[in-house]
């Protein structure tokens, strides 16, 4: 049975009417289902620019959630470039940005199906302690252990992306022998890890001193960067990757469909 939570009406704390309905049965997090309806209510002008949200306890109250639910999901538009905090203004909406969305596929997928011989030389494939951003990411508390991977990533010779993963201790061994003549993802589905849904954001900046070194490209160079978060059929994180990719070698491509 699908349980939901409404608001039809939320004028004294978000400056326009919003309703927001939850699927407590699904795998999909519940910040995630919070979060996709913010952002199509800011797309179709329901939240236009400009329009702050109430406080976080409040808007938590309102929806019926708990407050880390709805703080990962405003997060999440925030690092989409879709709200902004402002210190003495609260939680403001911005102009909306266009949407790429892209296939739950891996690096290691995509040269596989490009027909190209993708090489990993693995840098690092360690133990650490969780920074608060994987913390809160993977949902384990800060300083907890995480595994730590690093991998340069390559099709034959040439370097296309530096890879960092982040994963759970409990989830799955991973040899370094392993990741070397296999893709991440294909490793958790061997162990029965079932990638589902994945929160997907992708940028572009300047690489440093070190990714140039390792990516045969001057300092400097523009990347594109994609940090992601899976999670499994249970809707459990099992890891999250920051990426960067040699925009010179690779692009983001898919189809646009129109409505």
């Not at 978060?229 to 990757?241: H, I, L, M």
């Amino acid at each position: 049975m699908v349980c939901t939570d409404k608001v039809s009406n939320l004028l004294a704390v978000v400056e326009a009417p919003v309703s927001i309905a939850v699927d407590r049965s699904s795998p999909v997090p519940l910040y995630f289902q919070v979060a996709e309806q913010l952002e199509r209510a800011i797309e179709i002008g329901s939240l236009p620019a400009g329009v702050r949200l109430g406080n976080e306890v409040q808007l938590a109250e309102h929806y019926g959630l708990s407050r880390p639910t709805l703080r990962r999901a405003i997060q999440y538009l925030v690092d989409k470039g879709l709200l902004v905090r402002k210190r003495g203004v609260g939680t403001q909406v911005l102009r909306t940005k266009v949407k790429r969305p892209i296939e739950l596929t891996s690096l290691y997928d995509d040269l596989v199906g490009a027909g190209q011989a993708p090489t990993t030389q693995v840098l690092q494939n360690t133990v650490i302690s969780a920074d608060a951003t994987v913390a809160v990411v993977l949902g384990v508390e800060p300083e907890s252990p995480v595994v730590f991977l690093e991998r340069l990533r390559s099709a034959g010779d040439e370097p296309l992306a530096l890879m960092r993963n982040y994963l759970p201790t409990d989830l799955i061994e991973l040899r370094t022998d392993a990741l070397e003549s296999n893709g991440l993802y294909q490793l958790l589905r061997a162990a029965g890890i079932n990638p589902r849904v994945a929160l997907q954001s992708i940028g572009a900046r300047a690489a440093s001193g070190a990714e140039a070194r390792l990516l045969t490209e001057p300092r400097g160079a523009p990347l594109l960067t994609m940090t992601r978060t899976t999670y499994d059929d249970s809707g459990k994180a099992v890891e999250y990757g920051t990426h960067v990719y040699r925009a010179s070698r690779y692009a983001f491509e898919h189809t646009l469909v129109g409505r």
